[in-house]
């Protein structure tokens, strides 16, 4: 099993490895993708890495099917980072 910091290092790893320009920012658990400009492309990068990371257990489009139907706080880090570790654990 993966703790949720282990989870959270992945994907920040992972977030650099799609924009290195990230590998100096302070992301924040509240810190959303948008805010870090990853764009459509990038995301669309991130969630084939995360899913290649992780398993199949990580669906990447579901968890932005979540993500759209917030009205606040959408697309944190957090929320990534609770979305794989509900998926890795279950």
Known sequence: MTDR????????????????????ATIEEHTSLSDLRVDSLHLIEVGVLLEDTFGSAV?????????RAKTDNAYALSSLVDYV??????
């Not at 669906?59 to 993500?67: I, K």
């Open 5 to 24: 910091t282990e989870i959270r290092e992945k994907i920040l790893k992972t977030l650099i490895t799609v924009q290195p320009n990230l590998a100096d």
């Open 59 to 67: 669906r990447f489009d579901e968890w932005l099917e979540r993500e």
């Open 85 to 90: 570790s509900e998926a890795c654990h279950s």
